[in-house]
């Protein structure tokens, strides 16, 4: 029953680690996102999908991959891991309509990197 | 661009007490305007929202907010808090950017409800 799902929800890792982060949404929505929760709460959008599209890529660093094999998945993969990668990541997924849109969010994936 | 300013990083208030959130939002566009509440642990959940008609949205639970265009906020309110309430409430603001809508959300309030 959940809408919006993330995998795992707790990531503890070494640096310089390669890690993926998986998401699905059952809501039959268009657009997925990734967002980033750091140390102080603060939420910023890293990545928007469209039906598996690329719309939104906010000042990420390329080792920040994302990849979207069907509309309702969009996985995050992560190279060389940092310490300052050390956040929760969010998925959500909206459908437009009638010029808005509401986001629905996983419950988030808590990475740690030592 | 758009911006949304949470004036108040933290907001302790006691049990049954009425509270305030405030939020200010810049945007050259209209704007479609959102409270999500985050509790402990957990992902974002829409609280209310404001898309266009009356300026006074709720929600289920007893919150509301107030669209004031003169002044560009979005405050939320409560006149009687529980302790179930206690979490970080986030103002949001959507607009298209290239058709597509994009959601600039605020640093967050945490809302410390004290029995």
């Known amino acids: 029953d959940t809408a919006v799902s993330q995998t795992p929800k707790y990531l503890v890792t070494q640096m310089g680690n390669d890690k993926s982060i998986k998401c699905e949404q059952n809501?039959?929505?268009?657009?997925m996102y990734w967002y980033k929760q750091d140390s102080k709460k603060f939420l910023k959008i890293m990545f928007s999908y469209n039906n598996k599209e690329l719309i939104i890529n906010e000042t990420v660093p390329n080792r920040f991959s994302p990849k979207s094999p069907d509309k309702a998945h969009l996985n995050l993969h992560i190279n060389s891991l940092e310490l300052g990668d050390s956040a929760v990541y969010f998925c959500?997924?909206?459908?437009?309509?009638?010029?808005?849109?509401?986001?629905?969010f996983g419950p988030g994936t808590r990475l740690l990197v030592l | 661009a758009q911006s949304v300013t949470q004036l108040d990083s933290q907001v302790p208030v006691f049990e049954e007490a009425p509270v305030e959130l405030r939020c200010n939002y810049s945007?050259?566009?209209?704007?479609?305007l959102f409270w999500y509440v985050q509790y402990p642990n957990q992902g974002l959940q829409l609280l209310l929202k404001y898309l266009s008609g009356s300026t006074l949205v709720e929600s289920i639970n007893g919150f509301e907010a107030e669209f004031n265009k003169s002044q560009t906020s979005f405050h939320l309110r409560k006149p009687s808090v529980h302790i179930s309430d206690t979490a970080e409430y986030f103002c949001a603001v959507s607009d298209s950017t290239g058709g597509y809508q994009k959601v600039t959300f605020g640093i967050g309030t945490k809302l410390q409800v004290i029995p």
């Open positions: 809501l039959g929505h268009d657009t």
């Open positions: 959500a997924s909206s459908q437009v309509s009638g010029g808005w849109e509401t986001q629905y």
């Open positions: 945007s050259s566009v209209s704007v479609y």
